[in-house]
């Protein structure tokens, strides 16, 4: 039985875990940076331990360190909510080694779902709808153009390790790829460690919708229906929502089964997502699977309810789940809403200090921090501050709460993307759901230009 968890992670979702920890009545362990020491996770721990200086090579990225101070703390079990160590295979090994509960999936499957090229094969044997692409890695730009010619442009160019957009690209023309393909390659090196590329027909008028998935070691799985997350900047997503107000009840019933079919078939246990692509004739693709928690999930919660971080533990645990998918009920709608320290026109991150935040409160509003008033928002990790969820009956009223709770949010001292969240909720494109994932190209950025012109 799990009694001590050590969270290997900062910011909101640090405090996210601790949250459902003290409710458990489960000790929590903090580990942080020089940058955190004053962030609000560090002191809602039971346990805090400083890891290093700022960058993640010497923090949260510190195998060893992590491991270390998980077996001098004497936890029972290590939550990595997302990012950093969550989807890294070899620490899965190393929490096994140390006889440390790793609270997520077996490390051969997630190195498995990691791989985006090995994850698309997974899927097709599965029997899920795959976008028409390349099956391996794509080795040579001279390749790449042959392989262009079959599948037609736009193309979209793909690190097989990638995430959050890195190593992916829009590619148009022969030309265009040509000077993409070295350079996401070497990107992707970069980052991941691995440059392979490979490449997928680019769908146009696409919607991003997501399936939560949660299955336990007895062979259980289910989902929880599925999110919106079509409103994406630079292929991060801004605003979620559940359920999606496009998906007919017969896409969502088939989409759903897909995903439950495939986690079964690929032995995968505890929460985990699969992100799917769809047409504006609801035909849906796989895109990829997020083998962990996801920053969105609070909208899943607000719909069925479900505490899906205390799912993850009792899974951990060896529980089976406690409901079958009958049981299940969507109730009302959710939104979320990224708060982003960064310029709302250009996207670029606005680090500095904070010197008055307030954050909305009030019935059906709830918020996810990861910083206070008089508080420095530095520039090493993502600019994410804080999520805004809202909950309502119907959609109409989830915005009129969410454009209620954003006319009182206040963030002093840096720039915000408030001021693009506010936008958002008053055009017509996403009040009418009609958001694809070309939103903030077609619809923000043009209407931004002429507001400036």
Not at 5 to 22: D, F, Q, S
Not at 26 to 37: F, G, K, L, P
Not at 429 to 445: G, I, K, P, Q
Request: one cysteine or more.
């Amino acid at each position: 039985m799990i009694k001590k968890i050590l969270i290997a992670n900062r910011g909101e979702i640090a405090a996210r875990i601790i949250r459902t920890c003290k409710k458990l009545s489960i000790q929590t362990v903090a580990v942080y940076s020089e940058a955190d020491q004053k962030a609000p996770f560090v002191e809602m721990a039971d346990e805090s331990f400083l890891l290093g200086p700022p960058r993640v090579n010497e923090s949260y990225l510190n195998v060893d360190k992590i491991i270390s101070i998980a077996k001098k703390t004497k936890v029972d079990a290590i939550h990595p909510g997302y990012g950093f160590l969550s989807e890294n295979g070899q620490f899965v090994e190393k929490c096994d080694t140390a006889g440390i509960i790793f609270i997520g999936p077996k490390g051969d499957v997630m190195e498995k779902m990691g791989s985006k090229i090995e994850a698309r094969n997974a899927m097709k044997a599965a029997g899920v709808p795959v976008v028409p692409g390349t099956d391996g890695v794509v080795a040579s730009v001279d390749d790449a153009l042959v392989i262009a010619q079959e599948i037609g442009y736009p193309i979209m160019l793909k690190a097989s390790a990638g995430g959050g957009g890195i190593g992916m690209q829009v590619v148009q023309s022969d030309e265009e790829l040509s000077k993409a393909f070295e350079s996401n390659s070497k990107r992707a090196q970069s980052f991941f460690g691995d440059g392979s590329m490979f490449m997928e027909k680019k769908l146009e008028n696409a919607r991003h919708i997501e399936i939560q998935l949660l299955a336990d070691k007895h062979g259980n799985a289910i989902h929880l229906f599925e999110r919106d997350c079509s409103i994406q900047r630079r292929n991060q997503k801004v605003v979620e929502e559940a359920p999606s107000h496009f998906l007919s009840s017969e896409t969502r019933e088939k989409m759903g089964k897909a995903a439950t079919d495939a986690v079964k078939a690929i032995g995968y246990t505890n929460a985990g997502t699969i992100e799917f692509l769809v047409d504006m004739d609801e035909n849906f693709y796989f895109l990829e699977m997020n083998t962990r928690i996801q920053v969105e999930h609070p909208v899943t919660e607000e719909i069925t309810g479900l505490d899906i971080v205390e799912e993850q533990i009792n899974i951990a645990n060896g529980r089976a789940l406690t409901f079958k998918q009958d049981d299940l009920l969507i109730d009302g709608h959710s939104i979320e809403v990224r708060i982003y320290a960064e310029d709302p026109v250009t996207f670029f991150p606005s680090p500095g200090h904070i010197t008055t935040f307030k954050a909305p409160s009030g019935e059906n509003v709830r918020n996810e921090l990861a910083v206070t008033s008089d508080f420095d928002v530095t520039p090493f990790y993502d600019p994410m501050i804080g999520k805004l969820i809202v909950k309502a009956d119907t959609r109409d009223q989830a915005i009129s709460a969410m454009k209620s709770a954003l006319s009182e949010y206040q963030v002093d001292g840096i720039k915000t993307n408030i001021p693009m969240l506010r936008e958002i909720m008053n055009m017509e494109a996403f009040t009418e759901a009609r958001a694809t994932t070309a939103f903030v190209n077609e619809h923000y950025l043009p209407m931004m230009k002429k507001k400036t012109n």
